[in-house]
């Protein structure tokens, strides 16, 4: 495919009409349907609600796997020493790509679509168009609406949350919000336009305009909780709780974290916590999963940097756990046993010397295995919201707010451990102060591993970091099986580094002269 025009309204067009076939993303296909033919009847607004859910599959941990190469957690093997850049922090905007840019715009794209055509659909029009006289149902038709609206508005604040906080600096007070560089904010499908970055300030009031319209949708819609795989008022809370903690409006994330906590309960039991993780299977504490069906497995969340085997020779993956991130774990915690696993890891260079630690969170769907006929396929579906995050971001914001509560803190921090095996000598908390906050952000560690939150959570708390310990029989005297050049197994960064926040794509820099870039010392070619 010819890639020429890959800025962001480009992106965003070709989320919405499906352009990806073989044609350049800067025209359409001869064979396209105008909008103004699209739009005919409720099944049509389906359509493209359909293909919404399809955009947040692609949005939904998108960067995971970049993001956790970066941090303190994983080594970098030898079966991919081209990414010792994002190891070193020495790592280009190239090195990033553009995928998280690419498909959250693609999914505003999609949404803005919906919002700018659905009114076309109207009840007479509707109801002309019903598939069989006497079966067109007002009240359904305006509930289903609602849901389709109510979803768009979602998903473009979903959208906004994820890249504000890839692409901008922290919120750290409405002053300072008014000044720092936002997101462009975009509201139509405009191939023309090229649009500046909104303030920071600007940026979180949309996403929370958007919030709101989406609650009252939502609310009037015939989408109701209990769906895993369906954007609803639950995700939308969760999705707040989160807005709300980067913006330091403590008090309000708890309230947030607290409701979600009102319709979900935490797994107790370790075989249920398992099945969660390698079969995405509901086990009462999923809040958002996006839907993901065999013929779209292209959409998963391909784990194969963290768990590999395609050859059946040997486990050759990409990532392995450092032997600090190991430690964490308290034998008891039902999560060592289900994250890691031993074995002997094979690189290009040789095996390593006696059985590592390898990362097997996501051991892939036997379904999917079953059907793509490889044993070796290495995909699960994305946990865009569970409900364990309420718990840390309601224990981090009692920390952090004004009137400190410790007392708040250790007790969702307790339930969170004791759900997952921890007796309740191994559940306390007996810290105060920093010592207590570095429990709190530990427990960050443990739970999200593996999922793409750790740089999210260290730039959040403007946090630096040095790279854990790797495992002893990763690097030996006989040889290493991960990558050492450039001081990688030691890297070092400060919370002041300007690559905390990601560069916009450099297609889109290119593309948008009004673009504002966000490194101004580093080359981004």
């Known amino acids: 495919m010819n890639h020429k025009f890959h800025s962001l309204l480009g992106a965003a067009a070709f989320g919405v009409l499906g352009l990806l076939a073989s044609c350049e993303m800067d025209q359409l296909p001869e064979s396209s349907l105008r909008d103004t033919d699209s739009w005919t009847s409720e099944s049509d607004v389906q359509n493209y609600y359909n293909g919404l859910l399809a955009g947040f599959r692609s949005a939904s941990g998108n960067a995971a796997n970049t993001s956790e190469a970066m941090t303190d957690l994983f080594n970098l093997t030898q079966n991919s020493p081209s990414s010792d850049r994002l190891q070193a922090w020495t790592f280009t905007a190239a090195d990033l790509g553009g995928g998280t840019w690419g498909s959250n715009y693609a999914l505003i794209g999609s949404a803005n679509h919906i919002l700018n055509n659905m009114q076309s659909v109207t009840a007479a029009k509707a109801r002309a168009n019903a598939p069989a006289a006497g079966t067109f149902d007002l009240d359904n038709f305006n509930r289903n609406m609602h849901g389709y609206r109510g979803t768009a508005f979602l998903a473009r604040a979903y959208a906004y949350a994820t890249m504000v906080t890839r692409y901008c600096v922290n919120y750290q007070n409405a002053a300072q919000a008014e000044k720092a560089l936002g997101l462009p904010l975009v509201y139509t499908i405009d191939l023309d336009n090229k649009p500046a970055r909104a303030s920071l300030a600007d940026t979180y009031k949309q996403i929370h305009a958007d919030l709101d319209s989406a609650e009252v949708h939502l609310a009037a819609s015939n989408i109701r909780e209990g769906d895993l795989i369906t954007p609803g008022l639950s995700m939308l809370t969760a999705l707040r709780a989160r807005v709300l903690l980067n913006e330091r409006r403590f008090d309000e994330a708890i309230a947030a974290a607290e409701k979600v906590m009102e319709n979900y309960s935490l797994i107790t039991n370790s075989m249920r916590l398992a099945s969660m993780w390698s079969e995405d299977v509901d086990g009462g504490e999923i809040i958002y999963q996006p839907p993901i069906t065999l013929n779209s497995r292209e959409l998963y969340m391909n784990y194969g940097s963290f768990i590999s085997n395609r050859d059946g020779r040997g486990f050759n993956m990409i990532l ?136 999210d959570c260290l730039k959040r708390w403007g946090d630096g970091f040095k790279r854990m310990p790797a495992q002893k029989n990763a690097v030996s005297e006989k040889g290493s099986i991960l990558v050492t050049s450039g001081g990688v197994l030691d890297t070092e960064v400060k919370a002041a580094d300007q690559r905390f926040v990601w560069e916009i794509p450099v297609q889109d820099l290119k593309g948008n002269p009004n673009l504002q870039r966000n490194w101004m010392n580093i080359v981004v070619e």
């Not at 290009?348 to 051991?363: E, I, N, Q, R």
């Open 320 to 455: 392995i756990p450092t032997q600090g991130l190991y430690d964490l774990y308290d034998p008891s915690d039902y999560r060592r046993s289900i994250y890691f696993t031993e074995a002997t890891v094979v690189t290009s260079l040789g095996a390593s010397d006696g059985p590592v630690y390898y990362f097997s969170k996501f051991p892939g769907r036997k379904d999917v295995k079953s059907a793509v006929g490889n044993q070796y396929a290495y995909y699960n579906a994305t946990k865009a919201f569970r409900l364990a995050e309420m718990f840390l971001i309601a224990a981090e914001a009692s920390l952090f707010k004004g009137n400190r509560d410790e007392a708040a803190a250790i007790g969702y921090l307790r339930t969170l451990r004791k759900a997952r095996g921890l007796s309740n000598a191994k559940s306390e908390f007996k810290t105060t102060g920093t010592a207590l906050d570095q429990d709190m952000k530990e427990e960050w560690i443990r739970e999200f591993a593996g999922e793409g939150l750790r740089l």
